[in-house]
């Protein structure tokens, strides 16, 4: 009998998270503050996050121990299971071994639980008793409901509009673990009314609902702010996926050739890529990591690196990444956990040190790549999670083209459970392609009016 499923026992649930920082040749560049564009200290976060996550965000520290309460509460759900992808290999005839890391079995069905308890758990140590957020496809905002909902902490979330009318049941979970939620942009802030005031039709961004999570975080001294991906303290947390990926691979008796995961803002792409980043470094590999995009929002691709704002109104500070601009409003695409403008700053080092690889696809063949492997593996995949799976076919279908026996795998962020309507639309034809033209992309750079980054 082949062995499709590795797991591990919940005594090898790692006890120490990996910080990349420590091992990159480049780190990356400070913040800045958006009036005099100098470099900020770890104060200017304080009105957001606790101080333990500030400790983390600019900690160059290796390692990072897990609290014992953060360890328990993962046990839930952790170790998360590995599997070989037989089936998707023999459909696609490939010489490839196929693995894949997967994340849909937490109580949310996602990865985003792997920072939103550690998140929750710091606040409520520090006597925070609200937390505001964003969300795009309602994966993140589902994820801190319920660690919210665990340490006794009132939520608040802006989902973006387009999957707040698309995915009713993401929003229906986050009332069920007690949080409020409110279609972004909405009247409940000024961003908000005043991107409505421009745009009464708009569709919404990540950028937009992040402006109403941070102002609604500054009206009272009891709320702080939680962010589901981009910043290090949050790509941190995820690395507990790789970590045990890793422990799991040693078991199957493989090393991943190539490492892939879906991108928005990076949480996805660096919890499975950076243990396996650490070992090109400390160990000399040449472990491929492709982060996987969508090609109606191709930052990482086809976007700049420089200085932006994290969110469209600009109350953030300036941070180093490769982005499409901070104003710019994402195609209503059903993968709405990544339509972000910009890309986390330690992946977007990573990326100018070509250190990592991406990717972009349109979303018609991504739907094919979900639809294909739903019928091969027989979980049914959320539509961000189908990006890496695009990305898995290319690299699969390349061994086989050049005979080449070489080992991949990805991470399976999420299932797809809540996300039918995107399934119905691919299989009724409303989904189309869709790419930006360079038009687009030029037209977005050359309204950028902040800091350049020097070559």
């Known amino acids: 009998m082949k062995v ?19 091992d ?19 104060e200017s976060f304080s009105p957001l996050f606790p101080q333990a996550l500030i400790e983390q965000e600019v900690s160059s520290q290796k390692w990072i121990d897990i609290p014992d309460e953060v360890r328990e509460m993962y046990s839930i759900w952790r170790p998360t299971p590995l ?4 089936e998707m290999e023999k459909a696609l005839g490939t010489p490839a071994k196929i693995f894949y890391k997967y994340e849909g079995v937490s109580p949310a069905g996602s990865h985003k639980p792997n920072t939103a308890v550690p998140q929750a758990f710091y606040n409520k140590k520090e006597g925070v008793k609200r937390i505001t957020t964003e969300t795009g496809a309602g994966q993140w905002g589902s994820a801190l409901s319920f660690a919210c909902n665990h ?90 996926i790789g970590l045990e990926a890793v422990q799991q691979m040693e078991k199957a008796g493989e090393l991943p050739d190539i490492v892939i995961a879906p991108f928005g803002g990076g949480s996805n792409f660096s919890g499975i890529s950076f243990p396996f980043l ?23 691709t086809r976007g700049v690196f420089r200085y932006d704002f994290g969110d469209t109104v600009g109350m953030t500070p300036l941070l180093p990444m490769f982005t499409l601009g901070h104003t710019f409003v994402p195609a209503p695409i059903h993968a709405g956990g990544l339509r972000y403008h910009g890309a986390g ?61 070489k ?10 459970h809540f996300d039918m309507k995107a399934y119905e639309d691919y ?6 392609k869709h790419e930006l033209s360079d038009k687009e992309v030029a037209n977005l750079i050359a309204k950028l009016e902040t800091p350049e980054i020097p070559a």
């Open 4 to 22: 499709k499923k590795i797991i591990l026992n919940e005594s090898e649930i790692p006890t120490r998270w990996y910080n990349i920082i420590a």
């Open 24 to 42: 990159m040749p480049n780190k990356p560049l400070p913040p800045l503050h958006p009036g005099t564009l100098q470099p900020i200290g770890a």
């Open 83 to 86: 599997y070989r992808a037989y």
């Open 151 to 240: 340490f006794g902490i009132e939520c608040e979330v802006y989902m973006v509009k387009v999957s707040f009318d698309h995915k009713p049941y993401r929003k229906v979970m986050m009332n069920l673990w007690g949080a409020k939620v409110f279609s972004s942009p909405s009247t409940h802030t000024e961003a908000g009314k005043k991107i409505l005031a421009s745009d009464p039709t708009t569709s919404g961004s990540l950028g937009i609902a992040i402006s109403e999570a941070v102002e609604r975080a500054a009206m009272r001294d009891d709320t702080k702010y939680a962010l589901g991906s981009v910043l290090n303290h949050v790509l941190l947390h995820q690395t507990i």
């Open 278 to 300: 650490r070992m090109n470094f400390e160990q000399g590999l040449k472990i491929r990591c492709i982060a996987s995009e969508p090609a109606s929002c191709p930052k990482l």
């Open 345 to 405: 700053a330690i992946v977007s080092q990573l990326l100018r040190d070509k250190l990592i690889e991406a990717r972009a696809h349109n979303n018609v063949e991504v739907f094919e790549a979900g639809v294909l492997f739903a019928k091969t593996e027989g979980i049914i995949p959320a539509p961000e999670a189908n990006h890496g799976i695009a990305t898995v076919i290319q690299e699969a279908k390349k061994c086989k083209e050049e005979g080449v026996a």
């Open 407 to 416: 080992t991949i795998l990805f991470n399976l962020c999420g299932h797809g």
């Open 427 to 432: 299989f009724s034809g409303k989904i189309v």
